[in-house]
């Protein structure tokens, strides 16, 4: 007898923004078959898996993403991300802001070559920092645990060899790159880009893509998702999320917002998920 195939289960997500300086949004998700495509964030991602295992890439390398360990990937770095196992994942995940959590860019080049923290403290304390900002009226004990959360993740960063200064932006990719955030909800063209920053659009797209291991036209539209997802978060209608991030229509978001997030924006947000149990 030929087994079939089992369906593989729906996404499960809810994601909202708590009224916490600090955390830009917290997402909860249950994914099986849903592969990321390569993205970035203008926050750091903070990440607890709770069940299965996700396979990602990070500056071009593999990694893996375990239930004993916490993840930390920094801002403005190209990452994907998989199931490893027919079962999925799931997953929690706060999306620290840069500066109001008091990790700047100073950070990202030692956050990049080892994502993977294994630390039980500093798992435990994330784990009660989900469960309180699922409670309505704990925000005061959201933001105490947030800071020491943040403590601890510069303690391990700066470990590895203490904050170094921002490095220079090394030309055309980083001019191309600060471009198109400039642009993002109008657009820009190769053309327009190649006139502004006087060099081919080939050798653009070239430079681009070597520095960010991700082309110019996926860079942009990742952004865009991620304004979306934002918008969205602030209660906004995807019609109207859609055009205040730059796509030609709602049916244009839906489209790459799935892709991205596996869930079409309609059921990206909802209420907070009950707390997991206390570990």
Sequence with gaps: MVRRPQPQAPPQVRAWRPAVTGIAEVYHAHLTGHAYPLHTHGAWTLLLVDDGMVRYDLDRHEHGALRTGVTLLPPHVPHNGSPATPEGFRKRVLYLEPETAGLGEEYIGLAVDAPVLEDATLRDRVHRLHDALVLPGEELESESRLAFIAERLRLHLERRGGPAAPAAAPGLAHELRDLLDARLAE??????????????????????????????????????????????????????????????????????????????????TGRCPAPAPSR
């Excluded at 502004?196 to 865009?224: D, M």
């Excluded at 991030?245 to 079409?264: E, M, N, S, W, Y």
């Design 187 to 268: 657009g820009l063209t190769l053309r327009e880009a190649s006139g502004l920053l006087h060099a081919h659009p080939t050798h653009l797209v070239r430079a681009f893509s070597r520095e960010f291991a991700i082309s110019p036209h996926q860079y942009l539209t990742a952004r865009r998702v991620d304004t979306a997802r934002r918008l969205l978060l602030d209660g906004m209608a995807p019609r109207d999320a859609a055009a205040a991030a730059g796509f030609h229509d709602q049916p244009h978001l839906t489209r790459h917002f799935k892709r991205v997030l596996g869930v079409p924006p309609g059921r990206f």
